[in-house]
């Protein structure tokens, strides 16, 4: 998995997905659209393209971070709950501030998710017994628990059916003026760039970041801050969309090693890369009708999930 | 030896004073007293064994020498100033310390790993001389065939001569090591031990190390310090402590000693 492979794939990707949907637009004939094709083109179809570069970059980044501050390969914002805690967030705005905006919506999942991670760390420093797929069963649980609160008030408040929008994500609805949140993500991508080897660091443990002279409380909580940032910003303009912060890190943890200095950058590219061919693959199977992406990440990502736990058993241990 | 390429900051402190203290240490977990009103002090440029039984509180008490742990009570002293008025990079510069590593899962190669123990004195950028203080630890750690496999493709004792080479690139005046011989079989417990010494003879290296065959302690260290129960139960001089007497004090077990090529080996099979 070469950076110069990867780039290639990147905008080869892109521009299929310009060109594919229900309106017809060949880029043989781009140079003769009508205005209305263009209107299509740059209202619809290039915010689309942004938003899931956007959310597969931050989205694999954010599953990294938590992967590697939890030093355990299974936990991501899904495993973690943050997902639900980020909808419980956007169901109480929904429900205490009436005609909230989504900058507002947006906050308040972020406050959510936030809390949600924090609890999980802190469940994590109690419990003693860690094991690999102990911690994330917790998290799970953690989830699910949060994940009923929401649907019960969502159905005394009648909200069930827009609740369920949040729960699958689909980038079919992106428009030009509608996603901008997204936006968000892309200095905090930046800032995990710049922590890289703090987070390595802290990926060895408690003890050697402290003889390291790192300050690894200051280091947990920017990481978990960043995640739950992302997710929020996520959740709030896209929905969820489970196991993409999960399989996409592992992957590439296989064959680049932690050390996030050498597997950030490939995490970032490959989370893009995907995500737009779950996209693409989605708008193009049962065309001129469209699988919800959440439905092709959960498919194809569990099956390449599998294999690789069935290939590498020791490795997660 | 080239590890010490850049000139070195002088200390004040000269082989054989007391560099490192400890005053009055009392540590307790959930209401029980692990380590109870512990004074020692560590000679600057020797080899300081910990030993004791299982559960004595050596591993409590190295912790709290290098910060990994708070101490609830007394006064741990780096080179005369409280631990505590440290900050923490300065103190990364100081002293290092390799817990027991064996739970780590993290996918590093040897190399990446032994870089990261220059991360104390250039957080993101490894400059050249970095690289030096790198290459040479691989080499004193004999790894340079290894060092760019995966730290999961390597067995126990290598893993674990890759952390030392780690703590060697942290190129720190005090090394604390938390039982660097389990996992190890004779051949590497040796070559570690004897590493360890030309560390200290010919840099000056100040190191302490919790060893469970008190024979490694005897035959490698210059000082031994032992405990008991979270108490002290004796400090000094290798030879002052390997007798049977105070080898009964502090195993309950009747030990003989032997001398063999001038180093005294403790016999504790019975």
Known sequence: ?317 | MALNMLERQKSQFETGDIALEVKNVSKSFDGKKVVKDVSIGVRKGSITSFIGPNGAGKSTLISMMSRLMSHDSGEVLVEGKPIKSYKSDELAKKVSILKQANNINIRLTVRELVSFGRFPHSRNRLSKADWGYVDNAIDYMELRDMQDKYLDQLSGGQKQRAFIAMVLAQDTDYIILDEPLNNLDMKHSVSIMKTLRKLCDDLGKTILIVVHDINFASCYSDDIIAMKDGELAAQGHCHEIINPTTLKKIYDMDIGIEEVNCNKICVYFT
């Open chain 1, 1 to 317: 998995m070469k950076i110069k492979y990867l780039i290639p794939a990147l905008i080869l990707l892109s521009i299929i997905s310009l060109f594919v949907g229900v309106q017809d637009l060949s880029i043989w004939n781009i140079h003769n659209f009508t205005e209305e094709q263009w209107e299509t083109l740059l209202i619809s179809r290039l915010p689309r393209l942004l938003a899931i570069i956007i959310v597969g970059v931050s989205l694999s980044v954010a599953g990294l971070i938590m992967q590697q501050l939890t030093q355990n390969k299974f936990v991501s914002p899904t495993t973690a709950g943050t997902l639900d805690w980020a909808r419980l967030g956007i169901l109480v705005a929904i429900i205490a501030f009436a005609g909230a905006s989504t900058m507002e919506r947006l906050f308040v999942a972020f406050l959510f998710a936030l809390g949600g991670t924090f609890l999980f760390m802190r469940i994590l420093e109690r419990i003693r017994y860690k094991n690999v797929i102990f911690v994330p069963l917790v998290g799970l649980m953690l989830g699910s628990v949060v994940n009923a609160v929401t649907t019960f008030f969502a159905y005394q408040y009648d909200l069930i059916q827009s609740l369920n929008s949040w729960m699958q994500g689909s980038f079919s609805l992106v428009l030009r003026g509608n996603f901008e949140i997204l936006y968000i993500g892309i200095p905090l991508v930046i800032i995990a760039f710049i922590f890289a080897n703090r987070f390595t660091v802290a990926g060895m443990g408690r003890d050697f970041s402290q003889s390291l002279g790192l300050n690894y409380k200051q280091i947990m909580n920017i990481g978990l801050l960043i995640v739950a940032v992302i997710t929020a910003a996520v959740v709030v303009t896209i929905g969820s969309i489970p196991f993409l912060g999960l399989i996409i890190p592992n992957i590439v943890s296989i064959m680049r090693g932690d050390n996030l200095r050498n597997s950030l950058p490939h995490t970032a590219l490959f989370g893009a890369i995907f995500l737009l061919i779950c996209d693409i693959l989605g708008r193009v199977l049962i065309y001129p009708y469209e699988i919800p992406i959440g439905l092709m990440v959960g498919v194809i990502g569990s099956a390449l999930f599998l294999y690789l736990l069935l290939r590498r058993k020791s490795y997660a241990t």
